[in-house]
C-alpha cells in the first residue's frame, strides 16, 4: 500500500521557520517527481514547489520562491520542504505528493497520483 506521511507543522511566528518531512512508503518513488501543495481555510488547493528526485532540478511558485527549499533524500524515500521566513499567508494545511507525469506538469494537483494526509502549518503574526 503506498502512503506518503507528512509531518513537521505547526506553530510558529512570522518570521520563523519550518522543515515538513514527507515519508514515502509502499514503492519505489525514484521515478516520481514530488511536489508539496497548501490550502488555506477558504481557498483552493494551491502549488508550492516540486522536485526531480534523480537529478534535484526544482520548481517554486512565485509566493515561496528564494523562502521555501524543497528537497529529497533517495535512500529515505523522503521529501523535505524547508520554510523561511515565514509570513501568515503561509498559514494553510500542507500535503506533499507524487506524479509520474511529465516534469510541465508538475504544478497541476489533478497530475498527481497519490498524496498524504496533509500537516498544518500556522503563522501568527
Known amino acids: 500500500q503506498v502512503q506518503l506521511a507528512e509531518s513537521g507543522g505547526g506553530l510558529v511566528q512570522a518570521g520563523g521557520s519550518l522543515r515538513l518531512s514527507c515519508a514515502a512508503s509502499g514503492r519505489t518513488f525514484s521515478n516520481y517527481h514530488m511536489g508539496w501543495f497548501r490550502q488555506a481555510p477558504g481557498k483552493e488547493r494551491e502549488f508550492v514547489a516540486a522536485i526531480n528526485w534523480n537529478v534535484g532540478r526544482a520548481y517554486y511558485a512565485d509566493s515561496v520562491k528564494d523562502r521555501f527549499t524543497i528537497s529529497g533524500d533517495n535512500a529515505k524515500n523522503t521529501v523535505y520542504l524547508q520554510m523561511n521566513n515565514l509570513k501568515p499567508d503561509d498559514t494553510a494545511v500542507y500535503y506533499c505528493?507524487?506524479?509520474?507525469?511529465?516534469?510541465?506538469?508538475?504544478?497541476?494537483?489533478?497530475?498527481?497520483?497519490?498524496w498524504g494526509q496533509g500537516t498544518q502549518v500556522t503563522v501568527s503574526s
Open positions: 505528493a507524487a506524479t509520474r507525469r511529465r516534469w510541465y506538469q508538475v504544478t497541476t494537483q489533478n497530475e498527481y497520483d497519490y
